[in-house]
């Protein structure tokens, strides 16, 4: 099922993270995406569907996890390649070049890839999620080099408005072996 709309609550407590799931898709007709922990002890709760189910959800969600949230993103019109850049099943063939942003959280790392494939012509190739990596998230995305700049810049600017950028940069004809190891 396509979503074009979903929201991410991303939390500190993992006990807490389950009831705010619950009570999120108890609030409102949504598909849960994905609830689970992820490094150091936290816990995402991801869940698609229509956007004003996604607003309540959001609003039950950030109401139930009160002092323990993290962060949180609504994306109501969210781009295509954000879900299965997050799955892992992006193949691109040419990359002429690539972007990665490093976050200090995935709620903040998924909404600056969303933005990023919106502001220019690149592909998302994955968000990998704090998964091994002390809680921050990064992504990675490719395309021509003014493209990769154009939407890193982008990137770049909303999440550090959030205090929450660790570092982006673009690299201009990466190696192939480099490309293997990212994808």
Do not use: W
């Amino acid at each position: 099922m396509q979503h074009h709309a979903i929201t991410l609550i991303e939390l500190n407590s993992i006990a807490k993270g389950i009831e705010t799931a619950d009570a999120m898709l108890k609030s409102a007709e949504v598909t849960l995406l994905a609830a689970k922990s992820i490094c150091p002890g936290k816990f995402i709760v991801l869940v698609g569907g229509d956007v004003a189910a996604i607003e309540q959800a959001s609003a039950s969600g950030q109401r139930c996890a009160s002092h323990l949230l993290v962060d949180h993103f609504t994306i109501a019109n969210l781009h295509p390649d954000v879900l299965p850049a997050i799955s892992g099943v992006t193949k691109v063939d040419d990359i002429s070049a690539v972007g990665v942003l490093e976050t200090y959280s995935v709620a903040a790392c998924i909404a600056a890839a969303d933005l990023a494939a919106k502001t220019a012509s690149v592909t998302l190739i994955r968000i990998h999620l704090a998964f091994g990596i002390g809680g921050k998230c990064y992504f990675v995305l490719c395309g021509d080099v003014a493209a990769v700049e154009s939407a890193m810049a982008a990137a770049a600017g909303q999440t550090g408005e959030k205090g929450l950028l660790v570092y982006q940069t673009v690299i201009p004809r990466p190696d192939p072996a480099l490309l293997t190891a990212l994808i």
